[in-house]
């Protein structure tokens, strides 16, 4: 069973975003399958380095489009995606030296923070990238 379901209550219609919002939410469903399932750790950190270097992706594609359309937000975005990086950067690191293991709690957090940043950060920046696009 899927941590976290996509559905159009996450769709901006801005495809690029939407698109990789749902490579997001799917990178955290293999992640939470590779625990769920016991996969060795080879693999399960090969998914965890997946989901790292897609959101650090993401981030960056987000950062240029609010950079391009001038968006005010863009500092305070650009904050908590660097807080939430260095979080997980330091799990990453901490997962590969064996002084962590990937427990629900880890996932849970992945979630609420994934569910909550784009509902919540993500979505204050619609508005503006779509008016833009459309001139
Ligand atoms: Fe879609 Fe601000 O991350």
């Known amino acids: 069973m899927p941590l ?6 996450f769709r901006f219609g801005i495809e690029e975003i939407d698109t990789q919002h749902q490579q997001l939410f799917s990178l955290i469903n293999e992640l939470h399958d590779a625990m769920a399932h016991g996969k060795g750790k080879s693999i ?13 992706k993401h981030f960056s594609t987000e950062e240029l489009l609010m950079q391009a359309h001038r968006y005010a937000g863009l500092w ?15 799990f990453q690191k901490a997962y ?7 427990n ?3 996932m849970e957090f992945l979630r609420q ?3 909550t ?8 920046y ?3 990238l779509k008016d833009a696009s459309a001139n």
């Open 117 to 124: 940043h784009i509902q919540g950060t993500d979505r204050k």
């Open 113 to 115: 923070w994934l569910v």
């Open 4 to 9: 976290i379901v996509w559905s159009d209550d």
């Open 96 to 102: 590969k030296d064996g002084s962590a293991t990937l």
């Open 76 to 90: 305070e975005h650009r904050a908590s995606h660097q807080k939430f990086t260095a979080t997980v950067v330091q």
């Open 126 to 128: 619609v508005p503006i």
């Open 44 to 56: 399960t950190a090969e998914v965890l380095d997946a989901l790292v270097s897609y959101t650090v």
């Open 104 to 106: 629900i709690d880890i």
